[in-house]
């Protein structure tokens, strides 16, 4: 089992441009966590999805991001004009089905680049 | 809403020395909590969750509901302990996790 997998690792994008970052979650996973982490803090919670479905987006910026978990591929984090601000690390975790105390299984990360 | 606070975001201790690596929550109900860990170009993984009253490497937590703290210690810090640690906490029916700040560990030789 590889692991989560997440591609790019890197991404750099100019002010306006699009980022699509994408997350395989562990075979057998079906829940999807995205987090962001900027300089200095702790990951926040952005968006948790299941297959087809957004069960939770309360920690998504109203403008701007969006997160999909299709049937068939990887879950995708897209930023559509992207500012300076949104530079940052992207991490996705993901869980087999189960409870709040399940463990969730991160990905190495895709750092962010907005020049 | 709920919330985690790792004071140490610097903690240096020498190899042998015990360590204690600091968390306080704030939330009404009943937390799941959880250290993860995040070594040297590693990714960010699992170290212990408060539920499995487990000792990982050496490393214990106990849950202090009466100081909403969940410190993580180790009597004897080896070097290879050296790494980011970040506590979390999940909070009711929800499955995301709320991090702390993390505190960055070096054991000294």
């Known amino acids: 089992n590889a692991g989560v997998m997440q591609n790019p690792r890197h991404l750099v994008r100019r002010r306006g441009q699009e980022a699509r970052l994408r997350c395989s979650p562990m075979?057998?996973?079906?829940?999807v966590y995205w987090y962001r982490q900027l300089p200095e803090e702790g990951l926040k919670f952005m968006v948790y999805?299941?297959?087809?479905?957004?069960?939770?987006e309360s920690g998504m910026p109203k403008e701007r991001f969006s997160a999909e978990f299709p049937k068939e591929g990887p879950s995708i984090l897209r930023i559509q004009q992207v500012v300076r601000g949104d530079s940052a690390a992207y991490f996705c975790?993901?869980?087999?089905?189960?409870?709040?105390?399940?463990?969730?299984?991160f990905g190495p990360g895709t750092r962010l680049t907005v020049l | 809403a709920q919330r985690v606070t790792q004071p140490e975001k610097l903690l240096s201790v020498f190899k042998g020395a015990p360590v204690e690596l600091k968390c306080n929550y704030s939330?009404?109900?009943?937390?799941?909590l959880f250290w993860y860990v995040q070594y040297s170009r590693q990714r960010l993984q699992l170290l212990l969750r408060?539920?499995s009253r487990e000792s990982i490497k050496g490393f214990t937590a106990d849950l202090n509901k009466g100081e909403t703290s969940f410190h993580l210690k180790k009597p004897f810090a080896q070097e290879e302990d050296s790494a980011m640690y970040y506590c979390a906490l999940s909070a009711g029916s929800a499955r995301q996790l709320t991090f702390g700040s993390g505190t960055q560990l070096t054991v000294l030789p």
């Open positions: 939330y009404s109900g009943s937390p799941e």
């Open positions: 408060h539920i």
């Open positions: 999805l299941q297959k087809e479905n957004i069960i939770d």
């Open positions: 075979k057998g996973h079906s829940h």
């Open positions: 975790a993901s869980s087999p089905v189960g409870t709040s105390g399940d463990e969730q299984f």
